[in-house]
């Protein structure tokens, strides 16, 4: 018996016609820019495929043509143009490889979830809404970059900058969604094994690119060279830096003392301060509520691979805020801390309240002494150096006199 799904009449159809006609304007595309450098025809072809996807729509939904190889074809036409104009725009702006990179790990995990969902429910998802906004911002800034050839550098690395974010927060809701399905599955069926190997693979990729990328980059891992690679406008250096404690706290390989530093070279004490403690909180936030999602079972695996969390293990005590306040004494990445106690289900606030307090001090005297960085026997920056080694002092002999006697008490 014929699948219906993928009869004749379910593919020749004129919504499926127009997303095979809008792929072969695909090469058209990357000719005309590439080739004949004609920008305002690219635009045009572009603007024609735009408008093309939207009529197959309409008439898909008009004439009861919705079909499931539309709902695979249709965005396959968008992924493979999106793909293209990024390309293109690669050999103008280096920086659009890492708009690239994330295109490319985008669309690969939402391959592997809308293949999960058709082995274990049998149905393919439209698109939504948050999906269609990153289609169309994407679009959006690609023209905007291959019309205006001469645009200033930095408002060119701000839309891009843009394109990741929504790019970024269209990944996130498209994961909560497929994974709220996913979940419903029973507990050891192979759509859970398939959702917890998919967990694994995204959190190992994500792992070993931020390393890959900081170890090239190592050099340039040094508060001033931080500061030096940070955008001029203000707004945007300060989005950039929030970026950073972002990138930071999914790697251990960054020291966020540097990030602190760099605040105080690029702005004033006050506006460096505030930025580090919104840092902080993103800092802290993001592995814990990856080691909440992964859950409990996380736990033994993180013990396993960094035996000094056996220091956290025997710390834990009934009050959250305390638990998280001696956390931030151990010597431990942060970012293994913060899995760890999301992993466990410490509560949240408290969580962030202790969190913010272990490491308020810090928030201080290193963007003073990043300040101070090109004379390092000034009074500011001594007194600075001094207070913060007074503090990591201070705490060790707090965290030691308090593990001991909690391990008195047992």
Same mark, same amino acid.
């Given at each position: ?18 997303? /095979? ?10 000719? /005309? ?15 024609? *495929? ?51 990179? /994330? ?47 001469? $645009? ?26 497929? =994974? ?41 891992? *040094? ?32 020291? *966020? ?54 220091? $956290? ?22 970012? +293994? ?6 992993? +466990? ?9 202790? *969190? ?5 001090? =810090? ?48």
């Amino acid at each position: 018996m014929e699948n219906k799904r993928f009869s004749k009449n379910a593919i020749l159809t004129i919504p499926n016609l127009i997303s /095979l006609f809008r792929i072969l304007l695909i090469p058209l595309i990357i000719w /005309l820019y590439c080739g004949k450098k004609q920008y305002a025809a690219t635009i045009a072809v572009v603007a024609i *495929s735009g408008v093309s996807d939207i009529i197959d729509g309409k008439i898909a939904r008009r004439f009861n043509m919705v079909s499931d190889v539309g709902k695979v074809l249709d965005p396959i036409a968008d992924k493979l143009t999106q793909a293209a104009l990024v390309i293109c725009l690669t050999a103008r702006y280096p920086w659009m490889w890492v708009l690239l990179a /994330l295109f490319a790990v985008k669309e690969c995990l939402m391959l592997l979830w809308g293949y999960l969902i058709l082995k274990s429910t049998d149905t393919i998802n439209s698109a939504k809404w948050y999906g269609k906004l990153s289609t169309v911002v994407l679009y959006v800034v690609m023209m905007i970059l291959i019309l205006f050839v001469d $645009i200033p550098e930095a408002k060119a690395k701000a839309l891009m900058l843009l394109c990741g974010g929504v790019m970024l927060l269209s990944l996130v809701m498209y994961g909560r969604f497929y =994974h709220a399905i996913l979940d419903q599955a029973p507990p050891g069926s192979v759509p859970q094994q398939a959702l917890r190997t998919a967990r694994n693979i995204v959190l190992g990729l994500i792992w070993a690119g931020i390393i890959a990328i900081c170890f090239l980059h190592r050099k340039e891992l *040094s508060a001033e060279g931080i500061a030096r690679y940070t955008p001029g406008n203000p707004w945007l250096a300060s989005i950039v830096m929030l970026a950073l404690f972002a990138l930071k706290s999914l790697s251990i390989v960054i020291y *966020s003392g540097l990030l602190y530093a760099a605040n105080g070279i690029l702005f004033p004490l006050p506006v460096a301060i505030l930025l580090n403690l919104i840092g902080t909180v993103i800092m802290v936030s993001l592995p814990y509520q990856i080691g909440r999602r992964t859950g409990a079972s996380a736990v033994e695996d993180i013990r396993a691979k960094h035996p000094k969390t056996e220091a $956290i293990y025997d710390l834990r005590v009934k009050n959250d805020f305390l638990f998280s306040f001696l956390v931030r004494m151990v010597r431990l990445p942060s970012d +293994v801390a913060s899995l760890y106690m999301g992993a +466990v289900h410490v509560e949240y606030k408290k969580y962030l309240l202790g *969190s913010l307090l272990g490491l308020f001090p =810090h928030t201080i005297t290193f963007p003073i002494m990043g300040m101070s960085i090109r004379d390092i026997r000034s009074p500011r920056f001594i007194i600075s150096l001094c207070a913060e080694i007074a503090y990591i002092l201070i705490t060790y002999a707090v965290y030691t006199q308090y593990r001991k006697k909690n391990m008195e008490g047992q």
